[in-house]
């Protein structure tokens, strides 16, 4: 089994956040043989309610939401707040097959990928001929 981890987890998406000290989704990516994994903290949360999954072209998007309230005889707190967190996929993860686990305060979101990345293509540059109408008017 061989592991590979992104040497800058924090998604540039996410640097406000952390800039301004607010919460953010913590996650750790990384490549488990011909499977791409996303584990993030969700600790307290009901998965079915409170979190949301989902893919839009090559990017993650985990959306935690968070309400809890606690009150006793003299004090009252409450916690609330959507947090939401997006992970580039790599070019090779395939949405056909994706699954989400939640165990124990760990959301775990794994991908396969399909070992074929489509390669890109290079655009070759032109430059347009100039018309007989602008040759003749720089040649006066």
Do not use: C, W
Request: hydrophobic fraction near 40%.
């Amino acid at each position: 089994m061989s592991t590979t981890s992104r040497l800058f987890p924090l998604d540039l998406l996410q640097l406000p956040t952390a800039l301004l000290g607010m919460q953010a989704v913590r996650v750790e990516e990384y490549t488990d043989g011909d499977t791409f994994v996303v584990r993030a903290e969700a600790p307290g949360l009901h998965p079915e309610k409170d979190i949301t999954v989902s893919v839009f072209g090559n990017r993650l998007q985990i959306r935690l939401e968070r309400t809890e309230e606690r009150v006793d005889k003299a004090h009252s707190e409450f916690h609330y707040g959507t947090f939401t967190r997006t992970v580039a996929l790599p070019l090779n993860a395939a949405e056909e097959g994706i699954t989400a686990t939640y165990v124990a305060g760990i959301l775990e979101v794994r991908l396969p990928l399909t070992g074929a990345v489509t390669p890109g293509r290079e655009i070759p540059v032109t430059t347009p001929k100039p018309s007989a109408a602008a040759t003749a008017a720089k040649q006066k």
